[in-house]
Each structure stands twice: as structure tokens, then as C-alpha cells.
């Protein structure tokens, strides 16, 4: 296995339900079908039958990319000399459902690890309560996620890429070619490999919110920094 050229850590940030999971895979294989170190640490250590978990920054492991959602905006300390890669969603709206959704079923025991079969679920958001419900959880987060977007997204440093998950999935080739230029700046891709595992991947988005939910989860959000 080639070793030689990947020598530093790459943290993947991620607010939670950004497509963390999806990045993660395609860099992984890419870096995998080039025979390139490609060891992944999970660090909340919920899979660790794959991965590195061991809940240490930077990973004890020395792993190539390391997992982090950043929570509250306050348990990663920005360094110049490393190398991030930022997902998010630009609609708060889009974003804090989807963190909602995840957090309905972890809450019911129907969400084992990371996010794990998720977007098999769907909620009945035609229940008036289920949508207040939502609405409730949106306010109580929404500080997380401006914090989240103005220490990762809103700063302007050469060493931080932010992808819109959105923006992503709509072109995902430009943005894997954005995304290895970014981490790989020393590593040369074979396009077609490239765009192979790009392909396997099936990329598409998923669970968008019913227009009905998105207008009343509209005007219900207090959308503000308070």
C-alpha cells in the first residue's frame, strides 16, 4: 500500500445529517481503489467494528480522516497547519429537520449507530403534533448550527473547504474534484476511477421535506440568532 504521500491528518466537520456518511465513503474508496492509505476514525467510537473510535483529537491512530460534528460549535480549536473539510446545509430549515428526524427515532430506539438506516424512515408529519414537535426541537438547536456555520463556513482561511450537501449531490463530480484538490493536493486520481466510484455510489438526494412541511416549518422557525 502506498503510505508514503499521506503523512498528516484531514478532519471531516460535519453538522449532523449533512452527508457525512456519503463523503466519507467516496473519499475512502477513491483513496482505497488508489491503493492509498485510506484508515477512517469514527472518533465517537459507534463503529468500531470498521473503523478507529478512539474519542481523541488528533486520532491516537494516526488515521488519514477523522469524523467530528463539532457540538455546540465549541470542542474543535481551529489549527492553521491542518486540513478540514466542512458539510453542512445552507437552509437551516432542511438542516434542523433532519436533525430532528435522526433525533425522533434515536429517541425511540430506532436508530442504531451513526445515523444508520435513517432515511428508511419516514415521519407522518400530516400529525399536527409531530410538526410542533419539530418545530420545538428547530428552536432549541438552531444556536448550534449558526455557531457551527460561523466558525466553519463564514471564515475565510485556505485550509477549510464547505460544501453545501445540496450543491454537492447536484454535481457531485465537480465537488469530489474540489474535495481531492482540497485533502490530496500531493496525489494524482485517475478520472475514470474517479468517476467509477462516484457511480457505485448512486448519489442522490434524500429526504426532502413535503412543501406542505417546509411552509409551516417556515413560519413557525424563529429564525434568528437568539
Not at 503510505?3 to 466537520?13: F, T, Y
Not at 449533512?18 to 492509505?37: F, Q, V
Not at 400529525?127 to 432549541?140: S, T
Request: with cysteine; charged share 25%.
Amino acid at each position: 500500500m502506498n503510505q508514503s504521500k499521506i503523512n498528516n491528518q484531514r478532519m471531516l466537520v460535519s453538522y449532523p445529517r449533512s452527508g457525512h456518511h456519503l463523503l466519507e465513503k467516496l473519499i475512502t474508496g477513491i483513496l482505497k481503489a488508489h491503493n492509498y492509505r485510506h484508515d477512517y476514525c469514527e472518533f465517537y467510537g459507534t463503529n468500531t467494528d470498521v473503523a478507529c473510535g478512539c474519542r481523541q483529537t488528533p486520532c491516537i491512530n494516526n488515521c488519514v480522516i477523522q469524523k467530528q460534528h463539532d457540538f455546540g460549535a465549541s470542542q474543535v480549536e481551529q489549527n492553521k497547519s491542518d486540513i478540514y473539510l466542512v458539510l453542512y446545509r445552507t437552509d437551516p430549515i432542511e438542516q434542523l429537520e433532519a436533525h430532528f428526524r435522526y433525533h425522533y427515532y434515536k429517541q425511540r430506539g430506532k436508530a442504531s449507530g451513526p445515523f444508520k438506516n435513517i432515511s428508511k424512515h419516514k415521519i407522518d408529519y400530516n400529525d399536527e403534533g409531530m410538526i410542533d414537535e419539530c418545530i420545538n426541537f428547530m428552536n432549541r438547536f438552531k444556536n448550534y448550527y449558526y455557531a457551527f456555520v460561523d466558525k466553519w463556513v463564514h471564515k475565510s482561511q485556505s485550509n477549510i473547504l464547505a460544501i453545501d450537501y445540496s450543491s454537492f449531490v447536484s454535481s457531485p463530480k465537480e465537488y469530489t474534484i474540489k474535495i481531492l484538490d482540497h485533502y490530496f493536493p500531493d496525489l494524482t486520481f485517475d478520472t475514470e476511477i474517479v468517476k467509477k466510484v462516484i457511480h457505485d455510489l448512486n448519489i442522490k438526494y434524500k429526504n426532502s421535506i413535503p412543501d406542505f412541511v417546509y411552509q409551516k416549518l417556515r413560519n413557525s422557525f424563529i429564525n434568528d440568532k437568539t
